[in-house]
């Protein structure tokens, strides 16, 4: 896991690091402009387009001073305008703003009137991290003037005005940028929806900070890698057989949403659970003997209660599908008072959970709820924001004992134990229905394979999004449909365990 910090960590790291590599403030300043550089000339090779390097009179501005030295040294044409709007400056910006040569250098003053830019490429190294207070004055000003050029705008680790964690608002007033490039890690509010309407994207560089240190500091917040998935994933021995993969029973669809218990059903039995068994309507049956003969079923006549015995499922799903009529509260009801181990709760579960929230206390402890942010929002109310979200997950995970996967592009997973998982893959290609159904699939075959619930959740959502760049990505497909993805399952899966 790679260990997400908020930027006072940051700090204490790179304090850290300078004490004990030993390396000196500035010689790492000059190892991180290194760093932007190399990957700011891979993705801007064009060496005749002009580029004007923005620098407050911080260290983040020290970046960019340092930045422009190494862009000129490659034959870039450049130029420096440095926002001068108090008289502070940081000692290495000071120290690099004397090795600077045969640039270009403007000053901007506080009051006075911005220059005109013709620059093609703006580099934004304005103030970085750590501001927690809106903009104001003549960096507002500034900020609002380079946001009406439509220019080309790279940030040196953070846009200005963005801040690294806690609320963000859409409409704060951030210098919108195309591509950041950060340093050593993303950062927190980068993974949520917010930061897209001030971000086009971005590309972390490693500038050696101490990771020991790093993993020390005990972050709840981590990114899954795919390193962890492997070490996670258990191999397939010869003498293994359907019994030793488990028997997972999906409770789910009505007559009108057989399609969410089909995908969710295929998705379990491609992930490898050894049994599946579909709790449907009648209506659904021929549907689902002609798309998964492999799949068994337990049939819902009416409005009758199925007969179930619980203890021949290693795990239950409930919900994809499933409506929220009388019979599917029953169900819902009966599920969580006699099936004693835990539970997957999706879709129309969700939306009968919130309408009932006094059921949440009753979901057998270590279940895991994957809600989308609409659904989250109905059972645990509305929310001004992303990072409101991941407060609430993180509360009510241990509130519950449950684990929450809360769907996003990085999807969020929060756990019992308080910590905060982020998933990277997945691709706006996933952007179709059926997606979330296929997702309970792999979380519910994982469990009946006997991975523990957070074990489950992080290889779930890791194998659902890389399934779908697999097929995405190399063909540059705009869309990935459900169905084809849950079929995809086993390629991606021997792929990890290769």
Same mark, same amino acid.
């Given at each position: 896991?790679?260990?997400?910090?908020?930027?006072?960590?940051?700090?204490?790291?790179?304090?850290?690091?300078?004490?004990?590599?030993?390396?000196?403030?500035?010689?790492?300043?000059?190892?991180?402009?290194?760093?932007?550089?190399?990957?700011?000339?891979?993705?801007?090779?064009?060496?005749?387009?002009?580029?004007?390097?923005?620098?407050?009179?911080?260290?983040?501005?020290?970046?960019?001073?340092?930045?422009?030295?190494?862009?000129?040294?490659?034959?870039?044409?450049?130029?420096?305008?440095?926002?001068?709007?108090?008289?502070?400056?940081?000692?290495?910006?000071?120290?690099?703003?004397?090795?600077?040569?045969?640039?270009?250098?403007?000053?901007?003053?506080?009051?006075?009137?911005?220059?005109?830019?013709?620059?093609?490429?703006?580099?934004?190294?304005?103030?970085?991290?750590?501001?927690?207070?809106?903009?104001?004055?003549?960096?507002?000003?500034?900020?609002?003037?380079?946001?009406?050029?439509?220019?080309?705008?790279?940030?040196?680790?953070?846009?200005?005005?963005?801040?690294?964690?806690?609320?963000?608002?859409?409409?704060?007033?951030?210098?919108?940028?195309?591509?950041?490039?950060?340093?050593?890690? !993303?950062?927190?509010?980068?993974?949520?929806?917010?930061?897209?309407?001030?971000? #086009?994207? =971005?590309?972390? @560089?490693? +500038? $050696?900070?101490?990771?020991?240190?790093?993993?020390?500091?005990?972050?709840?917040?981590?990114?899954?890698?795919?390193?962890?998935?492997?070490?996670?994933?258990?191999?397939?021995?010869?003498?293994?057989?359907?019994?030793?993969?488990?028997?997972?029973?999906?409770?789910?669809?009505?007559?009108?949403?057989?399609?969410?218990?089909?995908?969710?059903?295929?998705?379990?039995?491609?992930?490898?659970?050894?049994?599946?068994?579909?709790?449907?309507?009648?209506?659904?049956?021929?549907?689902?003997?002609?798309?998964?003969?492999?799949?068994? !079923?337990?049939?819902?006549?009416?409005?009758?209660?199925?007969?179930?015995?619980? #203890?021949? =499922?290693?795990? @239950?799903? +409930? $919900?994809?599908?499933?409506?929220?009529?009388?019979?599917?509260?029953?169900?819902?009801?009966?599920?969580?008072?006699?099936?004693?181990?835990?539970?997957?709760?999706?879709?129309?579960?969700?939306?009968?959970?919130?309408?009932?929230?006094?059921?949440?206390?009753?979901?057998?402890?270590?279940?895991?709820?994957?809600?989308?942010?609409?659904?989250?929002?109905?059972?645990?109310?509305?929310?001004?924001?992303?990072?409101?979200?991941?407060?609430?997950?993180?509360?009510?995970?241990?509130?519950?004992?449950?684990?929450?996967?809360?769907?996003?592009?990085?999807?969020?997973?929060?756990?019992?134990?308080?910590?905060?998982?982020?998933?990277?893959?997945?691709?706006?290609?996933?952007?179709?229905?059926?997606?979330?159904?296929?997702?309970?699939?792999?979380?519910?075959?994982?469990?009946?394979?006997?991975?523990?619930?957070?074990?489950?959740?992080?290889?779930?959502?890791?194998?659902?999004?890389?399934?779908?760049?697999?097929?995405?990505?190399?063909?540059?497909?705009?869309?990935?449909?459900?169905?084809?993805?849950?079929?995809?399952?086993?390629?991606?899966?021997?792929?990890?365990?290769?």
């Amino acid at each position: 896991m790679i260990s997400l910090l908020t930027s006072a960590q940051i700090r204490e790291v790179d304090a850290y690091t300078i004490e004990h590599e030993p390396i000196t403030s500035v010689d790492l300043m000059e190892r991180a402009s290194k760093a932007f550089t190399k990957l700011f000339i891979l993705e801007y090779p064009d060496k005749g387009k002009c580029i004007s390097v923005y620098c407050g009179t911080g260290n983040n501005g020290g970046d960019g001073l340092a930045i422009a030295r190494l862009l000129k040294a490659e034959h870039y044409k450049i130029s420096v305008k440095i926002a001068r709007f108090s008289e502070k400056s940081s000692p290495d910006f000071e120290a690099n703003l004397k090795k600077l040569k045969s640039i270009d250098v403007a000053e901007i003053k506080a009051g006075d009137e911005i220059p005109a830019e013709e620059s093609d490429i703006i580099i934004d190294a304005l103030l970085g991290t750590g501001i927690n207070k809106p903009l104001a004055d003549d960096y507002a000003r500034l900020v609002e003037y380079l946001n009406t050029l439509n220019k080309t705008v790279v940030a040196v680790d953070v846009p200005t005005g963005f801040y690294t964690e806690g609320e963000i608002s859409k409409k704060a007033l951030v210098l919108k940028t195309g591509l950041v490039i950060t340093f050593q890690q !993303a950062k927190l509010n980068f993974l949520l929806p917010e930061s897209a309407v001030h971000m #086009d994207r =971005f590309e972390v @560089v490693d +500038i $050696g900070l101490d990771e020991t240190f790093i993993a020390s500091l005990n972050s709840p917040y981590q990114m899954i890698q795919e390193v962890d998935v492997k070490s996670l994933l258990k191999p397939r021995k010869p003498f293994d057989h359907k019994g030793t993969y488990g028997h997972a029973l999906i409770i789910a669809g009505q007559a009108q949403t057989m399609g969410a218990a089909l995908l969710c059903s295929s998705a379990c039995a491609h992930a490898g659970a050894g049994l599946t068994t579909a709790c449907i309507p009648e209506s659904g049956l021929t549907a689902l003997n002609a798309a998964m003969p492999e799949v068994m !079923a337990i049939v819902r006549v009416g409005k009758e209660k199925p007969v179930m015995k619980w #203890d021949k =499922f290693n795990t @239950v799903a +409930i $919900g994809p599908g499933l409506g929220t009529d009388v019979l599917s509260f029953t169900l819902l009801d009966i599920a969580f008072r006699e099936y004693l181990h835990p539970l997957v709760i999706d879709a129309d579960a969700l939306n009968i959970l919130a309408d009932n929230y006094y059921m949440l206390k009753k979901a057998p402890a270590g279940s895991i709820i994957t809600p989308h942010m609409k659904e989250f929002d109905r059972i645990f109310g509305e929310h001004s924001s992303w990072w409101k979200r991941i407060e609430t997950a993180r509360n009510k995970a241990k509130e519950y004992k449950l684990n929450i996967v809360l769907k996003n592009r990085y999807t969020i997973i929060a756990t019992p134990a308080g910590k905060v998982y982020f998933n990277p893959t997945g691709n706006p290609a996933m952007a179709s229905g059926g997606m979330g159904d296929v997702l309970t699939g792999i979380i519910t075959s994982l469990l009946a394979q006997g991975y523990s619930p957070e074990e489950a959740c992080i290889i779930g959502v890791y194998l659902h999004g890389k399934t779908g760049d697999d097929m995405a990505l190399p063909d540059k497909l705009s869309t990935v449909l459900a169905g084809e993805l849950a079929k995809q399952i086993p390629v991606t899966l021997a792929k990890l365990r290769a």
